[in-house]
């Protein structure tokens, strides 16, 4: 093959799915299963959720909406911003992609932390753009000073992912406000809120950044985690109507799918559903770190949907890896500056306590 690959493409290395569930099952014959390693909402999703997108279904041979009309206006009420500033897409990790392919060219660099959402990283290289990340601090998280201090003329966008993935520590409303007025106005800031609705009920001092009013903000959010429909993608940013308009260019045209939109219009109007997996996830957090603190396990408080548990090196979290593949628990392993830890995603109260005692067996 003679094509010329562009080296900023040719040097990433392609995603390597692992091996499916049915194959996985069939290998361990496994009794009883808990799929803890991408924090899903094991609980499910919404039944209006499913209601809507089977009623859409019988208009799948029209395109969708391309701006996603209902579901922007749905979500202007909820969130209070009027629905110029709100952009749909293919998951929340579309919208981030989109950011950054409409912002960034040249020189421009994309500065973050080492040990957030790896999927960041790969998107600014895809889009060949510089990114730089800062060491998390001791107690891993942002070190939001030394993303400060890196700041040069260079720097387009800053991301911050609060709660962290795959730390789970959260940046504070105190936190965030001195950031945003420290940071240069022509900084495109993104501030990653995929886990809010479990956040703010785990913490009263979590910023709601859609409250902050700074034209260099971005929020990201999404459907696929309180929601609980990652499966039909669907996430948001919500900014200054500038910003959402070149994010709107750079867009497919039918993004997000009829079906999605479909699934977060039925998905905002079950905040039963919503409420009932909040709970369980402050209660699945609590009974994690009673656990976890009895087993003399160094874990680090999440206030998120999962919690990242440390351990003596790579070597340890094989062998717990492995131990847990055999009893039915899957749980992600890190890897880079995290290759120590393992995250846990919050399941139901059965698949919290199946890894909690197989942990204690293995
Ligand atoms: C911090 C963070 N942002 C974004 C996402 C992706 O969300 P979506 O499913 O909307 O693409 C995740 C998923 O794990 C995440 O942890």
Request: glycine letters at 6%; charged letters at 25%.
């Amino acid at each position: 093959m003679n094509i010329q690959v562009p080296d900023h493409i040719s040097s990433i290395k392609r995603y390597q799915p692992g091996k499916t569930i049915p194959q996985l099952q069939e290998e361990f014959g496994w009794e009883k299963v808990a799929i803890l390693w991408n924090n899903e909402n094991t609980l499910g999703y919404s039944p209006k959720s499913k209601e809507a997108v089977i009623k859409a279904y019988d208009t799948i041979n029209y395109y969708p909406d391309p701006i996603s009309e209902d579901l922007r206006e749905k979500l202007s009420k909820k969130i209070e911003r009027p629905k110029e500033e709100i952009i749909l897409g293919n998951g929340s990790e579309s919208v981030l992609m989109l950011t950054i392919r409409a912002l960034c060219s040249g020189d421009d660099e994309f500065l973050t932390s080492g040990g957030s959402f790896v999927i960041v990283y790969n998107w600014a290289r895809i889009n060949n753009v510089r990114c730089v990340s800062m060491p998390l601090t001791e107690g891993y998280g942002f070190d939001l000073e030394a993303i400060k201090s890196r700041i040069n003329r260079n720097t387009k966008v800053i991301y911050l992912a609060n709660v962290n993935n795959p730390t789970g520590t959260m940046i504070s409303k105190a936190e965030l406000e001195d950031f945003m007025q420290n940071v240069p106005d022509h900084i495109l800031v993104i501030v990653d809120e995929a886990y809010f609705e479990f956040s703010e009920s785990l913490h009263e001092d979590f910023p709601n950044s859609l409250k902050m009013n700074y034209s260099n903000l971005l929020t990201l959010r999404t459907f696929s985690k309180a929601y609980g429909i990652a499966g039909v993608r669907l996430g948001y940013a919500v900014g200054h109507e500038k910003i959402i308009e070149s994010i709107a260019k750079t867009k497919l045209t039918f993004e997000p799918t009829a079906l999605a939109q479909a699934a977060g219009l039925g998905a905002l109007e079950d905040t039963d559903f919503l409420a009932k997996t909040i709970e369980n996830n402050t209660k699945g957090l609590k009974y994690f770190s009673t656990e976890l603190t009895r087993l003399g396990i160094q874990f680090v408080p999440s206030y998120g949907n999962f919690i990242m548990t440390a351990w003596k090196d790579q070597k340890e979290v094989d062998k717990i890896f492995n131990g847990l593949m055999k009893k039915g628990v899957l749980v992600r392993p890190l890897a880079g500056s995290l290759e120590h830890c393992i995250r846990v995603s919050v399941g139901r109260p059965e698949e919290n306590q199946h890894f909690i005692h197989s942990l204690e067996n293995v």
